[in-house]
């Protein structure tokens, strides 16, 4: 570390004899300093791995409001049927294309095709236990955007690139009916500049509401996406998965790998981003450093050798000192991942 708006990751090796060597980059001159942090023992690790295969699907439960007449019917649902009463009735909304499995409880005499919202329901407790270069300035960004449709899919982090470019460019957002913000589907434009942004969120498991027809996986909107060098789209998907086994992060990682690779087998000019994870704290249970760090570790394993770009922000979040590590950095920082993100569309 040095002053503040500057900083590195080290790379630690571990010599499996109780001994680390510590390696840094001199990224530039003049005196710097080492920060070393533990962020867990080996026996929070070892804590955390029995407590997911113990609640291997259920330590965050989800719900299905069901719309009827002038009432609701709430049924929990999950990535698995099994974790639900034997004799219940289940609703399958499961999207094998999308690499999407998810299932409600049937409510009593309502179809399963009834309009409602999905949601979250709760958590089970587990007992013991500055600006510069070419975007100085706001025609910067536009100049470097102009005639450019972007696509932000994923979760709230990445609505955050969404959001921080609607300020900065001053896009007019226009509002979709029953759309809420926070898991939107999101549309802004500028008109003049010929700009259009939006966000999808990836659907369930999903910490958020929306209503349910709204929900549209990822790997299904990349399919609906014609593509060509003005397309440019961003993706990230992780901070709802870290609850659950690695096998349902991969399973829709593999239908997102797929979905982009038929988009740029048919449009190869089109620009794909893959935004890593946010080094962050949290419930250690439920989320936090560890468990997000082994689905940034697959996602970079399953798009390897792809034509895509990867915006590191997991090293970008842990090498900042100047604010705590939280799931959703400050703006400063947003604004450093978006000027690296548009270095790929124009390149300095």
Same mark, same amino acid.
């Given at each position: 570390?040095?002053?503040?708006?500057?900083?590195?990751?080290?790379?630690?090796?571990?010599?499996?004899?109780?001994?680390?060597?510590?390696?840094?980059?001199?990224?530039?001159?003049?005196?710097?300093?080492?920060?070393?942090?533990?962020?867990?023992?080996?026996?929070?690790?070892?804590?955390?791995?029995?407590?997911?295969?113990?609640?291997?699907?259920?330590?965050?439960?989800?719900?299905?409001?069901?719309?009827?007449?002038?009432?609701?019917?709430?049924?929990? /649902?999950?990535?698995?049927?099994?974790?639900?009463?034997?004799? *219940?009735?289940? /609703?399958?909304?499961?999207?094998?294309?999308? +690499?999407?499995?998810?299932? /409600?409880?049937?409510?009593?005499?309502?179809?399963?095709?009834? *309009?409602?919202? @999905?949601?979250?329901?709760?958590?089970?407790?587990?007992?013991?236990?500055?600006?510069?270069?070419?975007?100085?300035?706001?025609?910067?960004?536009?100049?470097?955007?102009?005639?450019?449709?972007?696509?932000?899919?994923?979760? *709230?982090?990445?609505?955050?690139?969404?959001?921080?470019?609607?300020?900065?460019?001053?896009?007019?957002?226009? @509002?979709?009916?029953?759309?809420?913000?926070?898991?939107?589907?999101?549309?802004?434009?500028?008109?003049?500049?010929?700009?259009?942004?939006?966000?999808?969120?990836?659907?369930?498991?999903?910490?958020?509401?929306?209503?349910?027809?709204?929900?549209?996986?990822?790997?299904?909107?990349?399919?609906?996406?014609?593509?060509?060098?003005?397309?440019?789209? +961003?993706?990230?998907?992780?901070?709802?998965?870290?609850?659950?086994?690695?096998?349902?992060?991969?399973?829709?990682?593999?239908?997102?790998?797929?979905?982009?690779?038929?988009?740029?087998?048919?449009?190869?000019?089109?620009?794909?981003?893959?935004?890593?994870?946010?080094?962050?704290?949290?419930?250690?249970?439920?989320?936090?450093?560890?468990?997000?760090?082994?689905?940034?570790?697959?996602?970079?394993?399953?798009?390897?050798?792809?034509?895509?770009?990867?915006?590191?922000?997991?090293?970008?979040?842990?090498?900042? @000192?100047?604010?705590?590590?939280?799931?959703?950095?400050?703006?400063?920082?947003?604004?450093?991942?978006?000027?690296?993100? /548009?270095?790929?569309?124009?390149?300095?």
């Amino acid at each position: 570390m040095d002053r503040k708006g500057s900083g590195a990751v080290g790379i630690i090796t571990d010599h499996q004899n109780g001994t680390y060597t510590a390696t840094f980059r001199l990224l530039w001159e003049g005196e710097v300093t080492i920060k070393i942090q533990l962020v867990h023992p080996r026996q929070a690790i070892d804590l955390k791995e029995r407590i997911k295969r113990l609640y291997p699907i259920d330590l965050v439960t989800f719900q299905r409001r069901y719309i009827v007449g002038n009432g609701t019917i709430r049924t929990k /649902c999950n990535v698995d049927p099994a974790i639900f009463k034997k004799t *219940s009735a289940v /609703c399958n909304y499961s999207d094998p294309h999308a +690499g999407a499995w998810w299932y /409600c409880v049937k409510p009593v005499n309502v179809s399963c095709n009834t *309009s409602g919202y @999905h949601g979250r329901y709760g958590y089970n407790n587990v007992k013991g236990g500055q600006l510069y270069d070419s975007f100085s300035s706001q025609t910067g960004w536009q100049q470097c955007l102009k005639g450019k449709t972007l696509y932000f899919m994923g979760d *709230s982090t990445i609505r955050q690139w969404w959001e921080h470019l609607v300020r900065i460019i001053n896009m007019t957002e226009t @509002h979709i009916p029953e759309a809420i913000h926070a898991t939107g589907p999101l549309l802004a434009r500028d008109p003049v500049n010929n700009i259009t942004a939006n966000f999808l969120i990836h659907g369930p498991p999903l910490r958020g509401s929306i209503k349910t027809f709204l929900i549209k996986y990822v790997a299904n909107a990349i399919d609906e996406i014609e593509g060509g060098p003005n397309d440019v789209v +961003g993706i990230t998907m992780w901070a709802h998965f870290v609850s659950y086994p690695v096998e349902v992060y991969t399973k829709r990682m593999e239908a997102v790998r797929a979905a982009i690779q038929r988009l740029l087998h048919r449009s190869p000019e089109t620009l794909v981003v893959i935004k890593a994870a946010n080094a962050c704290h949290g419930d250690e249970i439920t989320f936090g450093y560890w468990l997000a760090y082994k689905l940034d570790l697959i996602m970079r394993d399953m798009f390897r050798g792809m034509n895509v770009v990867l915006v590191d922000t997991w090293e970008m979040t842990h090498a900042q @000192h100047w604010h705590k590590d939280i799931l959703h950095p400050p703006g400063d920082i947003i604004v450093q991942e978006l000027e690296f993100f /548009c270095s790929f569309i124009c390149p300095l």
